[in-house]
């Protein structure tokens, strides 16, 4: 039983639309990250949450951290084809970092 | 300033053998971890290694096992692998580690176990 459940676990749409991939569990975290890997590469940390209710925006990017610190969601507008790449958000736990599965996100021209 | 590296990018191995996969963190980091990256179980960590003590470590087996020397560089060391073994091993660097600081990772190792 993965400790954080993200979904969808894949997600294929065209471009100009909009998503959200969500990030759930029933444990707290202190803090809440999301990153984004490409084929061959490590992943990429693309922002770090830590205040319950906490939003942060990166360009056409929405993060939000939930009020108890259990779940977190990545809103995507106007998704491009460069946003294509698997999305994984992770939870510091008792300073080890838990994965979720991750999103394998599809952006089609 | 240079990144994370992994040596090597590519290993096969057979059942039985032992394994050994180096990291070289970013300059100045003192904080390495490791985590093992496979399709149906994602990434999970293995051990975090802080100033050459092992300082956490996630739920692998003793096969699995690491160090770290003075210049803060890293291996990690399987031994009797098994087929379940093959992933992309991936070792990721910080200033001080444990969710303080972020996290760099490097390519990762693909280790194919036959």
């Known amino acids: 039983t993965q400790l954080l459940e993200q979904s969808p676990q894949f997600l294929s749409i065209q471009e100009g639309e909009n998503l959200t991939v969500y990030c759930n569990s029933s444990?707290?975290?202190?803090?809440l990250q999301w990153y984004r890997q490409e084929p061959g590469e490590g992943p990429v940390l693309l922002v770090t949450?830590?205040?319950g209710g906490e939003v942060k925006k990166l360009k056409r990017l929405t993060f939000q951290f939930g009020d108890a610190r259990k779940d977190s969601s990545l809103h995507i507008t106007a998704a491009q084809p460069g946003d294509t790449g698997l999305y994984l958000c992770?939870?510091?736990?008792?300073?080890?970092?838990?994965w979720g599965a991750g999103t394998k996100l599809i952006i089609k021209p | 300033k240079a990144g994370v590296t992994q040596t090597p990018r590519y290993l096969i191995k057979t059942r039985g053998q032992q394994v050994t996969l180096s990291c070289s963190p970013i300059?100045?980091?003192?904080?390495v971890s490791w985590y093992q990256q496979t399709p149906g179980q994602g990434l999970q960590f293995l051990f975090e290694?802080?100033?050459?003590?092992?300082?956490n470590k996630g739920n692998f087996p003793g096969r699995f096992s690491g160090r770290q020397f003075s210049n803060s560089r890293s291996e990690m060391n399987v031994s009797t692998l098994e087929l379940g073994d093959s992933a992309l091993y991936l070792c990721?660097?910080?200033?001080?580690?444990?969710?303080?600081?972020?996290?760099?990772f490097g390519p990762g190792t693909r280790l194919t176990v036959l």
């Open positions: 990721a660097s910080s200033l001080s580690g444990g969710g303080i600081d972020t996290q760099y």
């Open positions: 992770a939870g510091w736990i008792n300073y080890q970092l838990i």
């Open positions: 444990s707290v975290f202190s803090s």
């Open positions: 949450v830590v205040t």
């Open positions: 290694y802080f100033s050459e003590t092992q300082r």
């Open positions: 300059s100045g980091h003192r904080s």
